[in-house]
């Protein structure tokens, strides 16, 4: 990053058009993401403007099945991931989008646009590259839905970081909430949201969160994830450990930033019991987030905590002790925690439609706002009218 650190009060003006504008079409769109921990497709159903209306009407998860997911590990690292496991892919995202609409009793014409965010296998900002696996051209074909996908990859090559994207989709949510308000998603990685007073957001990856918990637990024989963080409450955190690891340089970085799932120091549990390990992982994964306050404008009012990390005891209640602010599920805001990044793509594949962006100075470091995503087209079918 040659510009230094974005002022945040720039950057994110344009995220909502100005009031008085006319009445807006509402578009009904269907968004699906899998994420670092690679546990499954999350997939969910919004109507919006691309602006500050968002209704939801629902989704649903479907996990990969095992031995898909070590082949999904496997892809991790490289640029042009195999064929044959693009197309398996994406067919599971074509059958989700099908589970999906038999669910909420919808057809595929109901739907105006699909947000198909890929799994990603390789992320490298300072290369300018990142790589999500995922077909969507094929996506298209399959469901008969217009796909909006490959998000980042604009972000990236403008020298952004590829990463937070799901904040404008945040920003939309928090329209009628208290501000300064912080969102701290605890996916495979941390990220968290800010968003101010007038709007202004900041966001930036935070450091490792679940996936070195289910590494951790997968690696001990223990099952894939250490459910509600019952492991790591039944052990001890190393506090020494958590605080030498975060003099790590990524840490001591002000934002932006963004993490792969694969950059993670083993010396944080090596020689641990199992319990131990869970505890000193889940203590970290708050820790770095708490780390993260200091590169926030103002203190935030109020913390929701979105993605599987939300039902992770330890970490919540690390973060309760350490937050000194209230610290909640999403789901006391009525938010989804477990369907928020997929609607979030649901809602970003709209604003590609509508041509308005879906990353900003303050989020991904992108020297002004980007528009992302491709369009592809099944036959029969043109874009939605803007
Ligand atoms: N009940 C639970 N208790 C503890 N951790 C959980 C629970 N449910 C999910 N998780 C963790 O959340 C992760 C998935 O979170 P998710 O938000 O889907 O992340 P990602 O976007 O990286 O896929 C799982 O890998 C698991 O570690
Ligand atoms: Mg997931």
New binding site residues.
């Given amino acids: 990053m040659d510009a230094g650190p974005p002022d945040m009060r720039k950057g994110i003006r344009h995220l909502f058009r100005t009031r008085g504008a006319l009445m807006e079409r509402t578009y009904r769109a269907l968004g699906m ?7 499954g497709i ?1 997939a969910a159903v919004i109507e919006t403007d691309g602006d500050r209306e968002v209704r939801c009407l629902g989704g649903l998860t479907t996990p990969f099945d095992p031995e898909f997911r070590k082949i999904l590990f496997a892809m991790q690292g490289r640029k042009t991931p195999m064929a044959e496991v693009e197309t398996a892919l994406t067919l599971g995202h074509a059958e989700a989008v099908e589970k999906l609409l038999e669910k909420l009793a919808m057809t595929p014409e109901q739907i105006d646009v699909i947000g198909f965010h890929g799994q990603t296998t390789f992320h490298a900002p300072n290369d300018r590259v990142t790589v999500q696996m995922g077909d969507g051209p094929l996506l298209a074909g399959k469901t008969g839905i217009p796909v909006v996908h490959d998000f980042r990859r604009a972000d990236v090559e403008a020298g952004g970081e590829g990463a937070p994207f799901a904040p404008v989709y945040h920003a939309a949510r928090a329209a009628g909430l208290e501000k300064p308000l912080l969102v701290v ?5 941390g990220n968290l949201t800010y968003i101010g007073r007038d709007g202004d957001l900041m966001a930036f990856d935070t450091g490792p969160a ?1 996936a070195p ?2 590494d951790w637990v997968a690696r001990h024989g223990a099952g894939d ?5 019952a492991l790591a409450l039944a052990g001890k955190a190393e506090r020494g450990r958590i605080t030498h690891s975060l003099r790590n340089s990524f840490f001591r970085k002000p934002p932006p930033k963004s993490l792969d799932r694969s950059e993670f120091a083993w010396e944080l549990v090596k020689g641990l019991s199992l319990e131990d390990g869970c505890a000193t992982l889940a203590r970290f994964a708050a820790e770095t987030v708490v780390q993260g306050r200091a590169f926030l404008p103002e203190k935030p009012k109020r913390v929701l905590v979105s ?3 939300r ?2 005891k330890a970490i919540m209640a690390c973060l309760a002790e350490r937050m000194q602010v209230p610290v909640e599920p999403c789901e006391a805001a009525g938010w989804d925690g ?1 369907l928020l ?1 997929a609607e979030a793509f649901a809602y970003m594949a709209v604003r590609h439609l509508l041509g308005e962006p879906i990353s900003f100075p303050t989020t991904t470091g992108v020297r002004a706002p980007m528009v992302g995503g491709k369009l592809a087209l099944p036959s029969g079918r043109q874009a939605p009218a803007a």
């Fill in positions: 993401m899998s994420g670092t921990s690679m546990d999350d998603n605890l996916g495979g990685v679940n918990i289910d994830q250490d459910t509600d963080g993605g599987g990390g039902h992770n477990g990044e």
